[in-house]
């Protein structure tokens, strides 16, 4: 699999899982992963998973518009930029929005060693 196929999966299977259970996307962190969500850091998978669980809505679409990646210089490791759209239920209008992922390879799969999200705001 190629570093874009395995990025594309990877967006794939994130945000289908935070969509449908984000209460599952804790497997994707570890003790040492960090979160910067809207400018406040949540540093490994407990505080990463209160952090997403508690979010003020239980419904979410994502739209994804574009997924760059590159490899990130340690062993097995690759940067993904993703950029889309997102609506929460009850709210009509979609939110645009940017994410950056570091990922790292475990003994069996990727995991997320840093995640960055933002609203995008015109």
């Keep these: 699999m190629t570093g874009e196929e395995l990025a594309k999966a990877f967006v794939d299977h994130y945000y289908k899982t935070f969509d449908a259970n984000r209460a599952l996307l804790a497997n994707l962190y570890q003790d040492h992963s960090m979160l910067t969500f809207e400018g406040n850091q949540f540093r490994g998978a407990q505080a990463i998973h209160e952090k997403l669980t508690g979010l003020p809505f239980q419904q979410c679409r994502h739209v994804i518009s574009t997924v760059d990646c590159q490899p990130s210089g340690m062993p097995d490791g690759m940067i993904v930029f993703v950029s889309g ?30 995640d960055i999200f933002r609203l995008n705001y015109a």
Excluded: A, D, R
């Design 85 to 114: 759209t997102l609506q929460v239920e009850g709210e009509q209008h979609v939110l645009k929005f940017s994410q950056m992922f570091h990922l790292l390879k475990g003994p069996t799969s990727f995991y997320v060693f840093n």
